[in-house]
């Protein structure tokens, strides 16, 4: 069914063919972990590799550190700094492969970027999935005076990407990255349209044949290539492991079960939380205001360079602290920044009790499993930032996560939760980012955990060891690559999601009243890569030229909706609502103004992206539905 | 200096060259065209043979950094920014270079503020001052050197105990002091456990960078 879907879709065809001729020439698997902060390739050599021993390494990606100097670093920082032209000497920005780079990105704009922030574009990946938005006009960086010239969150992402790319090609001149296995990771938060972003910005540095990976199951599957084969005696049938992913940025939450099938064990991701914009940067900046206020009682004031200063040597502070359980306080020096050193520099302490009171109580409070986050209304005129979580209290997210999932493996046979339940019981915890590499935060996570679980009677749930917090996505990424040639277990998923369109119900109008919308669902729960549903009865007349658009949502929690499905009623908690779709059906070979009756068909690519369609009842022409019409939305 | 001068001249004869289009075509014309298209086929020929002479040396460089790796050639002037004589056969000594020497002075600036520190004349300041100032530069260059050099001890016994060094040690790595006589193996007592680097991880340079700016002076707008 697949394949016929494929047909229709002249660019996706060539991709497959492209695909398909190179395909014994693929001597890589290459994942992609295209961080908020960071990111980071990781690949294996397959011609080398066993069926029993996967190895992989991390790739050593040169960059400009700072003007005229290139170094060698496991991560690219992912920022991009837009240099006045008078900034830098001529010369002092050629990397190993150009001598004038499009875009100054990593370590550099992170360094440029962390004294001139007017200039610097950072969080690109967090603005991707912010609805309301054009991520391909060029807005950032946000605060920008006007002449600075800005790029879009997507330009952002393409320049991250084709740094990437040209550090491989630098490397592997034989074996270029376009015929390679890619695999990219996205948060199991992301929307289709943000998806499709990446996707479309793989594309455009000649990736077309990489796939996604959810950033979570990518973190599960380092895990289980860790593990060497040991997995199976470390999980059972009838687990539920919850992938807690406290990145630099963002927070992810997945669910996925562990089942049986003909004797085998198999894993489902059956949930992923939402798009939570907290994490471990936000904590260095709590623990520099908290510092902060203390200078400031005692008289001094701190212009933003000496914040910035703070927050950079609360970092490391904190991770001796963390570390080292017999110091109790760190000095924290932030010097003049003239050329004298001595006097004049601001002096002050973090202690331990500081750490503690800020960052494992205001980040993850001890609280009640049905403790939700606080949420304060929105006021009507949102600004031009990004939506950060208004509740900085991780436990809470968690909470609510697992209140709302708790249906969510109702329908798997191998999982029995407990009548009384009112949360999801997770048997299992997997840790993924570097702000959980701190004992006490992740001790904290599992404690709050754990006694929810105990106050319901249920067993307690146990960390699974071993995994590499600030690599496993990449590493992970990169043995999709190797999974996928069917070498080992993979996670079943499909969407995380059910989508809706919104139909004007027929009622008399109403002065005054917006119409009242049906939410009608034109892909299922769980659509697997590969896979088309059809919609044949609902028929929308479109006409010819004219662009349509539908409000369009998107629900995590129900799952038993069939595609046609209408709802007349819904509670926030069960439908999100995302940007509009638009159709526009061309006037290929039509009258313009002609009314086509259409009917809508979903399918997930092999790609891993949704793809909607509107398709002609007579003729059968296919029409591909836009996802990122956030254009012109604006103002 | 003198290299520079003349690839100026040269730019100047082809400028004339092109711009000044003579009103007469004669003989004259024709033959000033001749020498001064010979004469830069000779520069040119110059600049390569020196070019070539210049890696030579260039090879036998001191401490294996890895060579720039930025490779973009586009002014001739480039390759001759660093000109040695011409090395007359047998090198004796090798000469360290300069740029990894000031590279490092530069991380250690940057990370540490260490020329800051050096520079300034701490007679005037108490203790405190200065101790508030020695963990900016401590912790500034631990974590410049950590990045960029991975140190071992030479010998790993604890120090102060007995060690034997067997006949043929290396004695680059192991310095003998005090009583030296007699023959090996020799035994004594580890004063200093020493260090060596193992790995040297420096950012490489790229072609237009001076690096004897180890610290640009910063004008906020």
């Known amino acids: ?90 010369g002092s920005t050629s990397l190993p492969w150009t001598a004038k780079p499009e875009y100054l990105v990593g370590e550099i704009a992170r360094n440029l970027g962390s004294k001139t922030p007017i200039r610097l574009v950072a969080s690109a990946k967090s603005w991707l999935c912010h609805a ?110 919850l992938v807690i992913d406290v990145g630099g940025g963002t927070t992810d939450l997945s669910l996925i079960a562990v089942t049986e099938k003909d004797g085998n064990l198999e894993l489902t991701r059956v949930a992923v939380g939402d798009h939570i914009l907290l994490g471990g940067d936000n904590m260095d ?71 503690n009171r800020v960052l494992v109580e205001g980040f993850l409070p001890k609280v009640a499993a049905s403790d939700k986050p606080v949420s304060r209304p929105r006021t009507g005129l949102r600004t031009a930032g990004l939506p950060y979580a208004q509740d900085a209290g991780i436990t809470r997210h968690l909470a609510a996560f697992l209140a709302k999932q708790q249906s969510a493996t109702d329908e798997l046979k191998d999982i029995n939760l407990p009548e009384h339940a009112t949360f999801l019981h997770p048997t299992a915890v997997l840790f993924n980012g570097g702000v959980l590499k701190a004992n006490a935060l992740a001790e904290r996570l ?90 044949p009865d609902d028929e929308f007349g479109l006409v010819i030229g004219e662009p349509v658009r539908f409000r369009f949502f998107a629900s995590n929690i129900r799952r038993e909706d069939k595609v046609g499905t209408r709802l007349d009623y819904w509670t926030d908690q069960e439908l999100d609502e995302l940007d509009e779709i638009e159709i526009t059906l061309s006037e290929e070979g039509r009258k313009p103004g002609e009314v086509v009756p259409v009917h809508l068909c979903a399918a997930v690519t092999e790609v891993g992206t949704l793809e909607l369609q509107a398709v002609s009842q007579k003729d059968n022409a296919r029409w591909k539905i836009e996802f990122d019409v956030r254009a012109g939305d604006e103002q | ?25 004669d003989l004259w014309h024709v033959c000033l065209a001749g020498t001064a298209a010979l004469l830069l086929l000779i520069l040119i020929a110059l600049l390569i043979g020196r070019a070539m002479c210049k890696k030579k040396p260039a090879i036998q460089q001191a ?18 920014k660093i000109v040695h004589a011409p090395a007359p056969e047998p090198v004796v000594l ?50 410049a050197i950590n990045e960029h050099f991975s140190l071992a001890p030479v010998r790993s016994e604890q120090e102060g105990s007995k060690i034997t060094l067997p006949d043929g040690f290396d004695a680059s790595a192991v310095r003998l002091t005090g009583n030296i006589v007699g023959a090996a193996p020799f035994t004594g007592t580890l004063v200093h456990k020493g260090w060596q680097v193992t790995n040297i991880r420096l950012p490489k340079l790229t072609q237009g960078h001076n690096a004897a700016i180890i610290a640009a002076a910063e004008v906020e707008l």
């Not at chain 1, 929307?191 to 990489?210: I, M, N, S, W």
């Not at chain 1, 040639?485 to 005054?512: D, F, H, L, N, Q």
């Not at chain 2, 401490?63 to 001759?80: A, L, S």
Request: charged share 25%; proline share 6%.
């Open chain 1, 132 to 241: 309301g938005v054009d991520c391909k006009s060029p807005i950032l960086p946000a605060e920008a005076p006007d002449e600075v010239e800005r790029v879009s969150p997507f330009q952002a992402t393409t320049a991250y990407l084709q740094h990437l790319r040209d550090a491989w090609q630098n490397q592997h001149p034989d074996a270029p990255l376009e015929r390679q296995d890619v695999v990219i990771t996205v948060p199991a938060s992301f929307d289709p349209a943000a998806r499709e972003l990446t996707v479309e910005a793989a594309r455009a540095v000649g990736l077309g044949q990489a796939i996604l990976l959810e950033e979570p199951q990518a973190a599960l599957y380092s895990w289980i290539e860790k593990s060497h084969g040991d997995w199976r005696k470390h999980v059972e049938v009838g687990d539920i492991i």
């Open chain 2, 94 to 143: 090798k000469e360290a270079t300069p740029d990894a020497a000031l590279q490092l002075l530069g991380l250690l600036q940057k990370e540490a503020r260490f020329i800051d520190f050096i520079k300034e004349d701490i007679t005037a300041y108490s203790d405190a001052d200065i101790g508030v100032a020695a963990r900016v530069v401590h912790e500034g260059c631990n974590k």
């Open chain 1, 285 to 355: 900046l709590a623990l520099a205001y908290t510092v902060k206020a203390k200078l400031e009682k005692e008289g001094k004031r701190l212009e933003p360079w000496q914040i910035q200063a703070l927050t950079h040597s609360c970092r490391d502070a904190k991770e001796k602290i963390f570390n080292n359980s017999e110091i109790d306080n760190i000095p924290l020096v932030v010097p003049n920044r003239g050329s004298s050193l001595i006097g004049g520099a601001l002096r002050t302490e973090l202690t331990r009790e500081e750490v």
């Open chain 2, 1 to 25: 200096m003198n290299t520079i001068y003349t690839i100026d001249l040269m730019n100047t004869v082809y400028t004339i060259d092109l711009t000044l289009k003579p009103t007469t075509f």
């Open chain 1, 446 to 535: 599992m404690d709050v955990l754990n006694s929810w679980l105990k106050s319901e009677q249920a067993p307690e749930a146990r960390l699974l060891a071993g995994a590499d917090l600030d690599l496993a996505v990449a590493r992970g990424a990169a043995y999709y690559g190797f999974v996928r040639k069917g070498k080992g277990v993979r996670i079943k998923g499909g969407t995380a999601a059910s989508y809706y369109v919104g139909i004007e119900s027929a009622m008399p109008a109403v002065p005054g009243m917006a119409p009242e919308i049906q939410a009608l669902c034109i892909a299922p729960f769980g659509m697997e890569e590969g896979t088309q549903q059809e919609l």
């Open chain 1, 1 to 90: 069914m697949s394949e016929q879907f494929i047909h229709e879709q002249p660019e996706a065809a060539k991709s497959n063919a492209v695909q398909g001729a190179s395909n014994e020439q693929k001597r890589f698997s290459v994942g992609i972990d295209l961080g908020t902060t960071h990111c980071v390739l990781s690949y294996a050599d397959l011609s080398k590799i066993d069926d029993e021993e996967f190895t992989q390494q991390v790739m050593a990606i040169p960059q400009l550190t700072s003007p005229g100097a290139v170094e060698d670093k496991a991560q690219l920082p992912s920022f991009l700094y837009q240099a006045h032209p008078a900034e830098l000497a001529e």
């Open chain 2, 63 to 80: 401490v294996q950094i890895p060579e720039p790796v930025v490779k973009v050639v586009e002014k001739i002037v480039e390759v001759e």
